[in-house]
């Protein structure tokens, strides 16, 4: 069974940067696109970005678009999300998550994923 455990997250300040990774094992990563997925208290789940299986395609909601870059090294099966400029509208829990299928529309359906990590935890203060 795959499993993904993300890392990276914490308190950082308006304007800081942080870096979250997710490492992925029991299945073939560079198969699978991948994305990240966002979700604040009492709201839903929000999709962030999503990167190919090759890494070379890359997709980003409009919120993090030219502040948060995401990539991955299929050589160490791990996802990463380098988050630059944070604002307190980022915090978050975000999750890493593996594309159900291998194509590439409405990236921003949960149910287009069909493994998802525990979560990792970033606050942004203001």
């Known amino acids: 069974q795959a499993q993904l455990v993300e890392s990276g997250g914490g308190l950082v300040q308006a304007g800081g940067s942080l870096r979250l990774s997710c490492a992925a094992s029991?299945?073939?990563?560079?198969?699978?696109?991948m994305g990240w997925f966002r979700q604040a208290l009492g709201k839903e789940r929000d999709f962030v970005a999503a990167?190919?299986?090759?890494?070379?395609?890359?997709n980003y909601a409009d919120s993090v678009r030219g502040r948060f870059a995401i990539s991955r090294d299929n050589a160490k099966n791990t996802l990463y999300l380098q988050m630059n400029s944070l604002k307190p509208e980022d915090t978050a829990i975000y999750y890493c998550?593996?594309?159900?299928?291998?194509?590439?529309?409405?990236?921003?359906?949960?149910?287009?994923?069909?493994?998802w990590g525990q979560g990792t935890q970033v606050t942004v203060s203001s």
């Open positions: 998550a593996r594309r159900r299928v291998r194509d590439w529309f409405r990236l921003f359906d949960v149910n287009g994923y069909d493994y």
């Open positions: 990167v190919t299986g090759s890494g070379l395609t890359t």
């Open positions: 029991e299945f073939t990563f560079s198969n699978y696109h």
